[in-house]
């Protein structure tokens, strides 16, 4: 899961809007995991389950959360799903659904996507 950090970022995602990879705090990719069946029979159904952890909805197939210091998926975010057989597609999470889009190349650190705590 990628969240968007370009200004208007809420309008959605276009090529080359800065993007961060979700982490966990020790700054370790965060992989969420659905196994393929009646429930995930597609990459959009795949992607829609992530949307779902994601907005602090449930958990993947192994029990994994979203991180409580990273916002929610909104709208301009990119979802990326591998296949069984390696294959990969990104989505951007759109309004009604998902779009394809090209893979995201600019990738920035997550730091910024996570709230400041205040004094």
């Not at 602090?56 to 799903?81: A, C, E, I, L, N």
């Not at 998902?98 to 600019?106: D, K």
Request: charged letters at 20%; glycine letters at 10%; aromatic letters at 8%.
């Amino acid at each position: 899961m990628y969240v968007n950090t370009a200004r208007h970022n809420f309008a959605g995602y276009r090529p080359g809007h800065a993007l961060a990879e979700v982490t966990h705090p020790d700054g370790s990719p965060l992989r969420l995991v659905f196994h393929a069946g009646p429930r995930i029979n597609g990459h959009e159904a795949a992607a829609d389950a992530a949307y779902c952890v994601g907005n602090r909805r449930g958990v993947d197939d192994h029990g994994q959360s979203w991180p409580t210091d990273v916002r929610s998926v909104s709208t301009g975010d990119v979802v990326k799903v591998t296949g069984p057989d390696h294959w990969i597609i990104h989505l951007s999470v759109d309004g009604p659904g998902f779009f394809p889009v090209p893979e995201p190349t600019l990738l920035v650190p997550l730091a910024g996507t996570r709230p400041t705590r205040r004094r």
